[in-house]
Every structure is written in C-alpha cells, then in structure tokens.
C-alpha cells in the first residue's frame, strides 16, 4: 500500500489511475470534480500483481464564504426586540447572498459525490460449457479478491455516504440561518409596540362569540352545546415567538376578556384563570361564567373572580354561583348580567355605584335589591312571574328607574289584568325603547292608558293570540297623541290572524315609521289557515295618492310615507305572493313623486319540514332589489 499528495498549483495537473476495463495503468489530466480540491489523496492497492489507484477528495470542494454559522446566536438575535439598523440590514443582505451561493455549491457537491460512489466490476466472463482445472483456480483466487474489494468499496462508499450526511446537514443549518435573518429583516419588527398591541385586540374582536352584543369573550372552556375546541385567541398570538410573546404580556386587555363553563371535571381550570387574572393586571374585566356544579373547583374559581371584583367591568353569571364573595365596593362595574343565579335579589352589587346595564332571567323580585337603579338606563328581565298587573308593575319600576333609556321585559306566563282602583301614571322622559314578550293585547292598552313615553323611537311585541270581537285601538292612539312621541321603528312577532289585525290597526297612527320587522308564527298550511299577512300586505299597499279612501270604512287611512326597511318572516306554504309584489310595486311608484319608495326589503321565506326543494315562488324571481332567504322550519 503506498500513497502520495499532489497540491493544487496555477499549472495544469495530472493524476495516474488504474483502468479497469483495459486493465493498464494511465495517465491523464485532473477531471473537473477535482479541479477545486486543494489537496487530492492517491492511494495504491497492489493485490495478486494488480495495482489500483483510489481517488479520495477532500470536502466541501469550496471555500465557503460564510463561515462559523451559530444557529443559537442568530435565534437570540433574531428574537430579541426593535429592527436591524442600516449598517446590519447592509451586511445582512449580503450574508444572505453569500449564503445562497453556498448554498448552490453544497448542492454541486452533494451530486458530484453521488455520481462517483464506485460500484464493484462484473464478470465478464459468459462463454458455454465448464472451466478447465487451472480456469477453476483462477475463478476461485479472483472470488477471492473480488470480495475483498466489495470490503473495501463499502467503506469507501459509507465513507462518501458519511460526507454526503455531513454536507446535507451544514446545507440545512445555512438554510435556517438565511431565514433567521429574513425575519430579523422582517417590515412587521419596525411597528411599534403599541400598534401591534391593537393588531392584535383587532384580531381577537373576529373570533366574536355568539352572544346577542356580539362582544368578544375568549373561551377558557369549551362553550355550552359546541363540539370543537375553543380558539384561545391569546394564548395562540403569546406562543409564536418571544417578541410577540413580550407584546401580548404588554397588552393586559388582551387578558381581560373570557368565558368559561366550569364543572368538576376540569381541574386544571383554576391555574388557567389564575394566568389570565394575573397577566390582565388592573385592566378591567368582562368574562360570562356558567357554573355546571356545586364541587370544590365551582368554588374555588369564584373565590378567584370575587378577589378580584373591584376590576369587573361587564359580568355574566348563569346558574348559582356558589362561593361568589364580591368586595364592598364594585367601582367599575357597568354591566350585570344574572341568569338563573339562584338569588332572590341583586343584594350583593348594592356597591356598583355606575351600573349602567342590568340584565336578569328567573328573578322576579329583583326590584327590591339595594342597586342604584337611578343610574340604570338598560333594563332587561325575563321570565318574570307577577302578582298584580303590568301597569302596576311597570309604574313601580319607573319610580326606581328614572333614567332608563331601554325596557325589556319577557313574562312566565301572561300578566293578570290591572289592579282595580290603580290611578297612578307612568312617565320616563328619557326611555327610546319598549319590548314586551309574551303579553295580551288588553295588557299593552292597559299600560298606555296610562304612560307617556315622549322619547319613545323603538317598540317591540310578542303579542299572543287574541280572541274576542274587533281589537280595541283607542288606547295606543291615545298614548301616541299624548306622549307626541316619533316611533321609527316596529317590530312585531308571533303574529297571528287575530294579532294582525292589531298590526294594521297601529301602523295607521304611526306615519313616522321608517322601519317595519314582522314575524308570521309558524303554522302548517296543511290546516288551511288564511293567509296570516294577507291584511297587513294590504294596509302597505299605497297608491300614487298618498291617501287612499275605504269606502267600506268610510274613512282615509295614511299611507306610512316614510318607510324605508321592510323585514318580513313569513311561512311560504300559504304566503300571498302576488299581493306582496302589488304591494312592492306601489310603493316604487312613489320614488318620483312627494313620498319615498322603499330602499330595503328582505324576506325570510320558512317553508313546512315537508318541503325538499325550497321553491321560489314566480312572482318574485325577477324582482330586483329583493333580498330573499329560504328555509325549513324545524
């Protein structure tokens, strides 16, 4: 075994290697896999009288340009807060080529390398018949040999496969570290802190929950009747890197706002509260709890929120909330939302001196509570089981809450009629909005008979079905003439033949109205009831005067002119299509002349569960500016 170096030199080199085919020694010029090398290895094997020249080459075949890569270093770096300065942005971007160029080279050799991984010679021996004695124990010695040279092509060929590995890995690490400088590059690491702070409370505001303000609440839990895992929206922005991770920690209101459903069965509950109370700091709190549970982990949680009752901003509770031990003093508290809490009263935020919203489900007498229900000015309770009648109740509750801007109010079961002998009369200068739920119609006329309402722009009825002779109107146009109050907007639902015909009624002495929302309670055309709309379609309907005689009646009704937004839901098995699109078309005969026509009109079409393929009646397939949306009733 002999073997000799040969230096790389300006002149041209030649090498002497061993011809397997002609089986002769040769001599030739370097080929140009080893131009580059600075050192070439000559190695002889002289094996039965055969000597065999081995070509072994030094890797990479190029200087690199980049050298001592430290991944840890650039990661650190390329963490670390605030933007590249100029003179760094220069070198980088020259790093960055040098980089690529190398990168270019290790591949060049990578396929250098497997092109010249040597593979064993064959025999060519193939003429018929056997071989002679002597033939034999030439056959047997070059066996022999041959698989002492399969020996040794494998450790050549691993040691190739080993540089192979070797240049593959530093190709790799030269890629991570170009990206890690593209990020330390990145436009987004100039914004300021703060900008990207509101970024992300932007992005947070598009995973809004299904709660009736559309506020955000991230979910700490996975939300009531939902199968998918819920998106922790903060907990997501905190793990991308440490820049961003030192943001969210800058941005307590990121913190500050969540919902969760607490049972038993998530204990490791509490240490995620504890992460988000701590990490909001003093931000004020909004968060809905829903407690499944009476078990020492409800408790504990509730501990957790009381501790920190002095930053509750907008509050939700649902079921009894055992443990609940809020502060004396509830100073930011604007917003209190109690739903089937278990409480007879509201007697534990008697200190939340600026409640402005007030929301319950199930408590009948929270009236009674220690609140500052002078400062309220949305109210809204539901469920409510009363003794006396509306009126009565009504009026007790103006004489708390003489701010309110906003009344809500939904019932267990209809209201009894008014106490005999009440005389008492309501007035709430500043309320805007009246919804009542699940009310008789003589209760709505017992309680205009007796209010005045002159600020009064939204009303809402869920009216039941009213039996009896022709609905008495007298009374709302009484309340409407006195309170000198402009109602824009109506909205009207469950209607019913019956309750229709009340609808009609009202619109006449409403001509400010600029917003209609009616809601046709579902019924199966199977029974054949009358077309539920068909009467109020017609008291829409105008002609080019803008008031038409009923010479039935004997008497002119308005023709609403000003309104402008039509909402109706309506069962599609019996809908009167054709008077709905008469009705349409004389309203946009008024575009040009002294009354506005109308510029919104949707239609929720609910079709019986029977229906499969959800038709469209032909009346309004071409009619344009329409909104329509079509379903099955479940």
């Known amino acids: ?23 002769t020694l040769e001599i030739g010029p370097v080929p140009n896999l080893l131009l580059p090398l600075k050192e070439i290895t000559l190695n002889y094997r002289l094996r039965n009288g055969r000597q065999e020249l081995m070509l072994w080459q030094r890797l990479p075949s190029f200087q690199p340009r980049v050298q001592d890569i430290d991944l840890q270093s650039s990661r650190d770096r390329i963490r670390s807060s605030g933007s590249p300065t100029s003179s760094e942005s220069s070198q980088l971007s020259k790093l960055i080529s040098d980089a690529r160029q190398d990168l270019s080279d290790y591949g060049k050799d990578i396929r250098n390398l497997k092109n010249v991984l040597l593979q064993p010679s064959r025999d060519r021996i193939r003429s018929p018949g056997s071989p002679t004695s002597s033939e034999s124990s030439q056959l047997s010695k070059l066996i022999s040999n041959a698989g002492q040279d399969r020996s040794d092509y494998e450790k050549d060929i691993q040691s190739l496969q080993n ?13 991570r570290y170009v990206d890690h400088c593209k990020a330390y590059l990145s436009p987004i690491r100039r914004l300021p802190t703060e900008i990207m702070g509101e970024i992300f409370l932007y992005y947070q505001d598009l ?38 991770h030192t943001i969210t920690l800058a941005t307590p209101q990121l913190w500050s706002r969540f919902s969760l459903r607490i049972s038993e069965k998530c204990g490791s509950l509490s240490h995620l509260l504890e992460i988000y109370l701590s990490r909001s700091k003093q931000h004020p709190l909004a968060f809905d709890v829903a407690v499944n549970g009476e078990g020492p982990i409800s408790k504990n949680i509730m501990r957790l929120l009381s501790a920190h009752s002095h930053r509750w901003l907008f509050a939700s509770l649902l079921r009894e909330c055992l443990g609940l031990n809020m502060q004396t003093d509830l100073p930011l508290l604007q ?33 009674h509570s220690n609140l500052h229900w002078d400062q309220v000015h949305f109210l809204r309770a539901h469920r409510l089981e009363l003794d006396a009648g509306l009126p009565k109740y009504v009026w007790e509750l103006a004489q708390k809450c003489r701010a309110l801007r906003s009344l809500e109010l939904g019932f267990y079961d209809y209201p009894p009629h008014g106490t005999a002998g009440f005389t008492g009369s309501i007035h709430l200068s500043k309320l805007e909005s009246l919804c009542l739920h699940f009310v008789k119609w003589y209760n709505v006329c017992e309680l205009f008979s007796i209010s005045t309402l002159p600020s009064l722009r939204k009303l809402s009825f869920s009216l039941t079905n009213y039996s009896g002779p022709t609905p008495d109107i007298a009374a709302f146009s ?63 309907r105008i002609s080019p005067s803008p008031v038409e005689v009923d010479r ?3 008497e002119s009704k308005p023709a609403i002119p000003l309104l402008r937004r039509l909402v109706m839901e309506v069962c599609a098995d019996n809908f009167p299509t054709s008077q709905f699109v008469d009705m349409l078309e004389s309203r946009g ?36 500016g329409l909104e329509i949306i079509t379903s099955t009733h479940r």
């Open 1 to 23: 075994m002999a073997s000799t170096s040969l230096s790389q030199t300006d002149a041209p080199t030649f090498i002497i290697f061993y011809n397997n085919l002609s089986g």
């Open 163 to 175: 540089a192979l590995l070797d240049l593959s890995k530093k190709k790799e690490e030269l890629g």
């Open 207 to 244: 995973h809004r929950s299904a709660r009736n303000d559309r506020q955000f609440r991230e979910p700490l839990t996975r939300p009531l009747y939902s199968s998918t895992s819920p998106a922790m929206t903060t907990l997501v922005l905190s793990s991308v890197c440490k820049l961003w």
């Open 335 to 367: 917003s209190l939302e109690m739903i089937y809490a278990g409480a007879e009263s509201l007697n534990a935020f008697a200190g939340a001196r600026t409640l402005r919203t007030v929301s319950v489900v199930g408590i009948s007498r929270f009236l």
């Open 478 to 540: 009484s309340f409407i003439s006195r309170s000198k109050c402009s109602i824009s907007a109506l909205r009207l639902t469950d209607l019913r033949t019956s309750t229709a015909q009340i609808a009609c009624g009202m619109l006449h002495h409403i001509p400010t109205l600029t917003e209609l929302i009616v809601e046709e309670a579902y019924y199966d055309s199977r029974y054949h009831d009358p077309p539920v709309m068909a009467p109020l379609i017609a008291a829409l």
């Open 552 to 554: 039935q009646a004997g």
């Open 589 to 624: 005969m008024l575009a040009e002349g002294c009354l506005g026509a109308l510029n919104s009109v949707k239609l929720l079409l609910q079709w019986g569960g029977y229906a499969k393929n959800l038709p469209l009646p032909q009346p309004l397939e071409t009619w344009p």
